[in-house]
């Protein structure tokens, strides 16, 4: 018997407004004060934003909002700009062309790292590092650096439903030390895994990742991926659902870098960090939490946003591996002898 898997789709909802509301408060509250971590340093322009700032929002699929704290505080997008970035290249040229350039397993080392490109001969591991998102953006349609970034600031507004923009001041930070960068994108040029222009593909990477977004964006931008790829506020399929899905698969496997398995365990929820103190954590079918804190733990993510996010992971059944036996068993039929 054939078996139509297109419309087998994550079952559930949140619970009512009014807990969500209460739990949100519980959160926000629990963690507003926590001073853990320490602001990045490394990009001058990040290095002075304001370490007590703390935002959450959360959208659910029907796009209801809840926002708490700074959540319309704007900062830079940073490697969230990753997760969308790639599911626009995918619906545009496809999930296997995409997948033969760029994979979907964790390297298991940092986030820039050149390590993962020379042990799989130059091929980049995933799209969530540096490496692997260099060689997405640089897939995005267009024959000139010009119309790859029309095309990539169109889709990623399209995400957030209004129309985004740069922060200046990041993007010429940025760009004054994106050497590292640099390098990885001239590494897989030379390895042939990149297409266009090595230094105009960093260019227009360094330009996505200085977007300027709020904790509310991202819970946009998140509910849509949780939503089969329509947003909940504008009602535009902005990608298909399979691309979707595909994008919250490897977000799971690798969006939290070398601490992906660790988040999968404690939290449950794919999700995406960036070094600015965004997070943004995927539930499928319910919706999506975007959170901003710049305060960073060890591997570059926010400590209040991871925080908060499990936090409202538990609380409010966003975990996609939780599950519960049934009340009642069937008053016939066999029975589960447990041992």
């Not at 853990?36 to 935002?55: H, K, R, Y």
């Not at 980049?124 to 349609?141: K, R, Y």
């Not at 931008?221 to 329509?230: E, R, Y």
């Amino acid at each position: 018997m054939s078996h139509d898997t297109q419309n087998t789709v994550s079952t559930g909802s949140l619970p009512g407004p009014d807990v969500v509301e209460a739990v949100l408060d519980e959160a926000y509250e629990r963690f507003r004060d926590l001073d853990e971590g320490t602001v990045i340093e490394g990009v001058p322009a990040l290095a002075d934003a304001e370490p007590d700032l703390f935002g959450v929002a959360l959208m659910d699929s029907d796009g209801a909002e809840h926002i708490r704290g700074d959540a319309r505080h704007q900062f830079s997008i940073q490697s969230i700009s990753k997760a969308f970035a790639y599911a626009l290249v995918c619906q545009e040229i496809g999930h296997d062309a995409v997948l033969e350039r760029v994979g979907v397993d964790n390297t298991g080392v940092p986030f820039d790292s050149v390590l993962a490109i020379e042990h799989n001969e130059g091929h980049p591991m995933n799209p969530m590092v540096n490496a692997g998102a260099i060689a997405a953006t640089g897939l995005a349609p267009g024959d000139s650096s010009a119309e790859r970034w029309d095309f990539l600031l169109h889709g990623l507004s399209r995400f957030a439903g209004r129309e985004l923009e740069i922060d200046e001041a990041v993007y010429r930070s940025e760009s004054r030390s994106n050497q590292r960068n640099q390098g990885l994108a001239l590494l897989l040029e030379g390895h042939g895994r990149l297409s266009g222009d090595a230094l105009g593909v960093v260019d227009v990477y360094t330009k996505q990742c200085s977007l300027l977004v709020d904790a509310r964006d991202l819970a946009v931008m998140g509910a849509t991926l949780a939503s089969g790829g329509v947003n909940p506020r504008t009602g535009e399929q902005v990608v298909d659902a399979s691309i979707a899905r595909d994008t919250v698969s490897v977000l799971a496997s690798t969006g939290m870098y070398e601490r992906s398995g660790e988040w999968l365990f404690e939290v449950g929820a794919p999700a995406k960090s960036g070094i600015s103190g965004g997070i943004v954590m995927v539930s499928p079918g319910k919706g999506a939490v975007g959170a901003f804190s710049p305060r960073l733990d060890d591997a570059g993510n926010s400590v209040r946003g991871r925080k908060v996010s499990a936090h409202l992971s538990r609380a409010l059944g966003l975990d996609v591996f939780a599950s519960r036996p049934p009340s009642d068993l069937p008053s016939e039929g066999p029975r589960v002898r447990r041992r």
